[in-house]
């Protein structure tokens, strides 16, 4: 079984490494051409780096932890009010800031905290205090999502003994929820804290100044103006460094915790006033947080001219565009994350734990490398053989299906290896393989997460601006990259109504995909 | 899921056909930046106008920025499918040319409005503009005269501009500020930069944080507040006119070396700097025109600031210390 596994796995491993390393590798060989700037290595001892290096460090760090504590807060509130009402539309709402692109969030965070905003914070918006609002804004309702179905994943007897031993809140939190966290968190805090430090738009924009510059800005810099790809090599490789250090850090803090075969149900019993007051404040607080930037984008796009914009052909192909990229990158991620994701279930479970990281951790680490230095060395290898206008769709597929793969991992992971783990040994005394055990095991049990991975990673690449910026056209625009050409021509409110369609379009894929994958009811399992 | 994969291929093989399918009139490709190539740009105007007398089709690609577009031709070389490249900046003529991937365009500009007489074997501008600070008049009552006003005022308007090593608006001011203060630049940004709010990547951020109300005056164009009059009737928007004169921005188009349709890509050149051409130019791109003067003109450019005396760096002083002018600037601001 295990050697069947680590065939695709294998590819899928051997395709990201080719996608990660051989436009790195062009990038590297240009700038040993004449006419462009040779490898100086010089760069490693200049105070510059430093200084970007510390910064970088220090804004992901404080963005990590101000999105991932409270999200733990939001999302145990969330798992222990199951019949609050619009549940379902408010964690819908939790999936939009990751999609909207930086500048649009940009400007949405200044409509609520600028000196014109709803709660004014003034200059003293410029700076951290910007940065930390947007990313939080950003990554709270993310880490919500990805840590809400653990609580799902308690089995029932765990809370009935629990209940029977007297344990308070904080006991119960201890000794049953802490311990699933406790497999989840690292890697949630690792994506976020990757998703910090890459970003860009926010850093550059809110930061107030070249004070704030990321190894990001630094990167994208070295591929502009400078044109100095050995450079960007570097610095990506750097942030790679980085990220593997932080990731080693964070797993060794991780513990698989033991499965049992047990049923799981959400929990319902002893729910007091007061928990169910504390529950609701941390709900609705988070929902205003998340909430009050959108609206304000609502509000700014209902003033513009949409009846104007609903008939104009540009914005209908980049809608078109837009949602062909989505669907096809989390297809294509989903399916390659599936493999990755079994393979390293069939390690666990064979008591291989560190292949079984390093496989998830290949997966998830590529998402540092920023989509500019692996679009414009591909465009490095590939321009000379073909005419890459044509694989416009290809490329731009391929990398936001990598890009996706973090989130595939994280979404996937936990639930294929408690699969693994619980229903192995009867797959096998059942003889039961490839599309029947899929069929009668795999699916319906992790139908909902698979839901959830697909629906992110969709709303995820019709959110890229990265990408699809380096090689789309107008012809090939999405709405994205319609946006920011519109901001760029004074149409500040055409922008907001083409930011909101590609809103509602996001929600609608979101709900359409993990309700209609996911399935409408909860599997008890 | 299993089923996903064949379908996928499918429908990219498909798709990849659709596009593959190829005119059957000489197709000329001009690489611009995207605000040029969209819907509310020049584009559609200009395409509509030269296909009009040219027997052909006018492919406009429209990519991020000039810098975007001529790193792309760098790296396509002579598999380049672009005739010409439309969009650079004087920032950058001397990198492209030093690349030796453009030809001699062979016209010369008669009686241009430029300030100075074009000549440039190489590229030939299709429009122009100048940097200045924007602001409202409504909140910005005497906005300041001189960009030493403006440096030296401490309690001065408070201000939004863009980076040097990401946005042409942002090396623009950079050089201004060069050429004004020379070897003082450096003092003289550490003078502004507690006024400034924000530097942004580009120039849309600064510029939607400022009609935001985020600070009282943005970096951006003399020609900006003719957008606001012409599109939106909104007289509330003014550029501070300077004394020492205002940095100036060229817009340029070249002919490059590997295309296969000299001759189609020769007349569209010619017609870049025809009536035909410049006429669109004012309320799409909004820039001035090279040539026509005032009969392309709106006349709601009358109550735009007069920009002179122009400021520009010669090409190669940009080029040869760019970097190190930009390392200053980081110095500076990082403070």
Not at chain 1, 280 to 285: D, R
Not at chain 1, 355 to 378: C, H
Request: proline share 6%; net charge neutral; aromatic share 10%.
């Amino acid at each position: 079984m295990i050697v069947s596994r680590a065939i695709p796995a294998g590819l899928v491993l051997a395709l990201l490494a080719l996608l990660v390393l051989a436009p790195m590798a062009g990038l590297l060989h240009l700038s040993a051409l004449p006419g462009y700037e040779p490898a100086d290595l010089r760069i490693w001892e200049s105070a510059y780096l430093r200084r970007v290096l510390y910064f970088s460090i220090w804004q992901a760090l404080l963005s990590t932890l101000l999105s991932v504590l409270p999200a733990i807060l939001v999302a145990r509130a969330f798992a222990m009010q199951p019949d609050l009402p619009l549940r379902r539309l408010l964690l819908g709402l939790f999936a939009l800031p990751l999609v909207v692109p930086g500048v649009v969030v940009v400007m949405a965070v200044v409509s609520v905290y600028g000196s014109d905003g709803w709660l004014p914070l003034g200059r003293s918006l410029y700076g951290i205090n910007g940065i930390l609002l947007a990313h939080v804004f950003f990554n709270l309702p993310l880490a919500v999502r990805l840590l809400l179905p653990l609580w799902k994943m308690i089995p029932q007897h765990h809370w009935q003994l629990g209940e029977q031993l007297g344990m308070n809140a904080w006991q119960r939190f201890r000794f049953i929820e802490w311990p699933m966290l406790r497999e989840t968190l690292p890697g949630v805090l690792l994506l976020v804290f990757m998703l910090c430090l890459t970003s860009f738009a926010v850093v550059l924009t809110l930061g107030g100044g070249p004070r704030s510059t990321t190894i990001e800005v630094a990167i994208y810099q070295s591929l502009r103006f400078d044109f100095d790809p050995a450079r960007a090599v570097m610095l990506a490789l750097l942030q790679l460094g980085l990220c593997m250090l932080v990731a080693m850090l964070t797993l060794k803090f991780q513990r698989m915790p033991e499965v049992e075969i047990a049923t799981s149900a959400p929990y319902r019993s002893r729910r007091t006033t007061l928990s169910y007051v504390v529950n609701l404040v941390l709900i609705m607080a988070a929902t205003l947080y998340v909430g009050l930037p959108l609206l304000s984008l609502l509000i700014d796009a209902l003033q513009g001219p949409v009846i104007k914009m609903a008939t104009s052909a540009q914005l209908w192909q980049a809608f078109a565009n837009t949602l062909f990229i989505g669907i096809s990158a989390a297809l294509l991620s989903v399916v390659a994350g599936w493999f990755l994701l079994q393979y390293s279930a069939s390690l666990a479970r064979q008591g291989r734990a560190t292949g079984a990281r390093l496989v998830d951790l290949a997966g998830s680490i590529v998402y540092v490398i920023p989509p500019l230095v692996i679009a414009t060395g591909m465009f490095v290898l590939l321009s000379p053989h073909v005419d890459v206008f044509d694989w416009v769709y290809p490329i731009v597929i391929a990398i936001n299906a990598l890009m996706g793969l973090p989130f595939v991992v994280r979404c996937l992971g936990p639930s294929i290896r408690q699969s693994h783990a619980r229903y192995h040994r009867l797959c096998l005394s059942l003889d039961l393989q490839g599309w029947n055990r899929f069929r009668f095991i795999d699916w319906p049990l992790l139908r909902r997460p698979l839901g959830l991975a697909i629906a992110l990673v969709a709303v995820l690449a019709m959110g890229d601006l990265g990408v699809i910026a380096l090689f789309g056209s107008t012809q090939t625009a999405t709405l994205p990259l319609m946006i920011y050409q519109q901001l760029g021509a004074y149409l500040i409110s055409q922008a907001t109504v083409t930011a909101l369609l590609l809103l509602l379009l996001c929600l609608a894929v979101f709900a359409l995909l993990e309700r209609g994958i996911g399935g409408k009811a909860d599997v008890v399992n | 899921m299993y089923s996903v994969l064949p379908r996928l291929a499918a429908g990219l093989a498909s798709f990849l056909f659709c596009f593959s399918l190829q005119a059957a009139t000489p197709n000329l490709v001009v690489y611009t930046y995207d605000s040029f190539a969209s819907d509310w740009g020049p584009g559609p105007k200009v395409k509509a106008a030269f296909e009009a007398t040219c027997n052909c089709t006018l492919e406009l690609v429209g990519l991020s920025d000039g810098v975007a577009m001529l790193n792309r031709l760098k790296l396509e070389g002579d598999n380049s499918r672009a005739d010409i490249l439309l969009g650079i900046d004087t920032n950058l003529t001397a990198e492209a040319r030093s690349s030796g991937l453009f030809d001699a365009h062979g016209l010369s500009l008669q009686s241009s409005a430029l300030p100075t007489p074009w000549q440039d074997d190489l590229f030939l501008p299709y429009d122009f503009g100048y940097f200045a600070f924007v602001y409202n008049k409504e909140k910005l009552a005497s906005p300041p005269t001189s960009l030493r006003q403006l440096v030296d005022d401490s309690g001065g308007p408070t201000l939004l501009i863009q980076d040097p090593r990401t946005s042409t608006p942002g090396l623009g001011l950079m050089l201004w500020m060069k050429k004004v203060y020379g070897d003082k630049a450096d003092q003289a940004w550490a003078q502004l930069s507690p006024r400034i709010v924000t530097v942004s990547k580009g120039w849309s951020e600064a510029y939607g944080l400022f009609l935001k109300g985020e600070a009282d005056m943005v970096l951006s164009y003399t020609t900006s507040p003719a957008y606001h009059i012409i599109a939106e009737q909104d007289l509330r928007f003014a550029a501070a006119r300077f004394e020492e004169g205002h940095y100036q921005q060229i817009e340029v188009a070249g002919m490059v070396r590997s295309s296969q349709q000299k001759e189609l890509a020769h007349q569209f050149l010619a017609f870049m700097i025809s009536e035909d051409f410049q006429k669109i130019i004012p309320t799409t791109n909004w820039m001035y025109p090279v040539v026509g003067g005032q009969a392309v003109v709106p006349t709601e450019f009358d109550q735009l600031i007069n920009p002179a005396p122009a400021l520009l760096l010669d090409e190669t002083s940009v080029a040869e210390q760019r970097k190190r002018w930009v390392e200053e600037w980081l110095e500076v601001m990082s403070r």
